[in-house]
């Protein structure tokens, strides 16, 4: 077959590198987006924090004076004192405790151990999760210690040494999975009583069938009366899951810190709504590099050819210096106008923050309000909180799906949870309702519902089968 050349004439459609860094900023939440500006102060050089006095106002900005080469970039904050002069921040000093593992080695420490065998140890500690179980396979641990450390193990010794493992505090730590873990904690237990041995029982030889609440069959099994039976799954709900949350004095770097993005005060019968910028710095073009560029550049327009490269480098440094701080302005420009409307939909809502006044809403509605598309709408509520009178609040969780009742009315998802939580709060334990039960009773209440929706919204809530949530 032969090569040939021909012109093709098509039409694509591309993102600029600005509105790619628009889209990428637009989806930070606060926390993220202040490490964002703080690697693009380290990377950009012609771009720098501007400090400001401690009692300095802020006033209003135009977008038009980021674009001037000859004047400093200003602040692109819309607003910074969010409390008043008498109400600063005080600092907060942090004290920080020992880790889980740094707890579980110094208790090693007090054993009998070679030196082999506690560096064998302290590596399987450090393969615990901070839950406190050890997911990992022993004979992938054996190869990784062969590898990092240059010691031939087995999983046999492994074994051995896990045993150690599991007979300190806390209680059930170093466990491989859930009946492992309860069943060290029953084994470090004092007492020896006919509820804990029945108890120790259970979780050996029909775990299984305890685990999917198979109680009449077990109790049948057992040859126990219900009484003897219910002492010791008492005995079992003492025990605990997650040995590794029983240890704190480390903390935890999971925990999560929410920083909200809006600030939303009601007042006087009227809301006040504002960006929260108080942990942003503020950035400018460096006016060093814009007097360079102009240095660089004759009286007659022209630049020198040793100067030409350095002359790229600068303009292209401070017209990416320009470009992120337009995005930055540009992001906030976004927030605040879709979050007016979310505002403005949501309003009985946020007076008093009573769910049960929540519209029912999604993302098309504030997309309709705003003229932005829908996937700019899910960027801005994705991980971005309010804060308000009656709490932080996460903006995705206020758009629900809208369900119809027997006389039209259009009533928000939320409402119709809260019910079903409650049916299931105050149901017989010993009797627990199925789905098609709960569909009927929220069907007597007007609620057109379906048994599949049903099953839907109650996974949505966490809540387990009828079966899983009987209790004797």
């Known amino acids: ?35 964002r500006i703080k690697q693009e102060l380290e990377e950009n050089v012609a771009l720098e924090e501007e400090e400001r006095a401690p009692d300095e106002e802020p006033r209003e900005i135009s977008v038009d004076e980021y674009l001037r080469e000859d004047d400093d970039t200003p602040s692109y904050k819309s607003r910074i ?27 090693l420490g007090y054993r009998d151990l070679s030196e082999r065998d506690m560096r064998l140890a302290t590596y399987l500690v450090g393969s615990i999760d901070e839950d406190g179980y050890l997911r990992r396979d022993l004979g992938a641990v054996a190869d990784d210690i062969a590898f990092t450390q240059g010691i031939e193990t087995t999983p046999d010794e492994l074994e051995r040494l896990l045993g150690v493992i599991h007979e300190l505090e806390p209680a059930g730590i170093g466990a491989r999975n859930l009946q492992e873990c309860l069943l ?3 084994d470090q237990r004092r007492n020896d009583t006919p509820a804990v041995r029945l108890a120790r029982r259970i979780l050996t030889a029909h775990f299984d069938e305890f685990v999917k609440k198979h109680y009449e069959k077990l109790m049948a099994r057992l040859q126990v009366s219900e009484e003897e039976f219910r002492d010791a ?91 992120f701080i337009t995005a930055i302005r540009q992001r906030q420009d976004t927030l605040m106008r879709t979050m007016r409307a979310i505002l403005d939909y949501q309003q009985e809502y946020f007076k008093d923050g009573d769910r049960g006044k929540l519209r029912p809403m999604i993302l098309k509605d504030i997309a309709d309000r705003t003229g932005l598309d829908i996937s700019t709408v899910s960027r801005v509520v994705n991980s ?49 309702l199925t789905d098609e039960a709960l569909m009927e009773m ?22 387990p089968v009828a079966r899983l949530r009987r209790q004797l």
């Open 442 to 463: 929220l069907r007597s209440r007007g609620y057109l519902i379906a048994r599949r929706t049903v099953a839907k919204y109650r996974e949505m809530l966490d809540i």
């Open 384 to 432: 971005k909180y309010v804060q308000t009178q009656f709490g932080i609040i996460l903006l995705k969780s206020l758009f629900s799906e809208a369900m119809q009742t027997e006389s039209g009315e259009e009533v928000s998802s939320y409402e119709v949870k809260n019910l079903l939580r409650r049916f299931v709060d105050e149901e017989d334990k010993r009797r627990p």
């Open 233 to 323: 799954i008492e005995e079992i709900r003492r025990l605990t899951p997650k040995p590794g949350n029983l240890y704190s004095e480390g903390g935890s770097d999971t925990t999560p810190y929410v920083v909200p993005d809006f600030v939303l005060d009601w007042h006087d019968g009227r809301f006040d709504l504002s960006l929260n910028s108080s942990g942003l710095p503020e950035v400018r073009v460096n006016r060093r590099y814009v007097e360079m560029m102009r240095d660089l550049v004759g009286s007659d327009g022209t630049v020198k050819e040793k100067d030409r490269e350095t002359l790229q480098f600068v303009k292209s440094r401070i017209d990416s210096a320009k470009w």
């Open 184 to 186: 060290l904690q029953m």
């Open 1 to 35: 077959m032969a090569i040939n050349q021909k012109q093709v004439l098509s039409l694509q459609q591309k993102l600029s590198p600005q509105q790619i860094q628009m889209i990428k900023l637009l989806e930070l939440p606060a926390m993220q987006l202040e490490q």
């Open 81 to 107: 004192n969010n409390y008043s002069k008498e109400d600063r921040q005080r600092p907060v000093t942090l004290s920080g405790g020992r880790s889980l593992q740094e707890y579980l080695i110094e208790q």
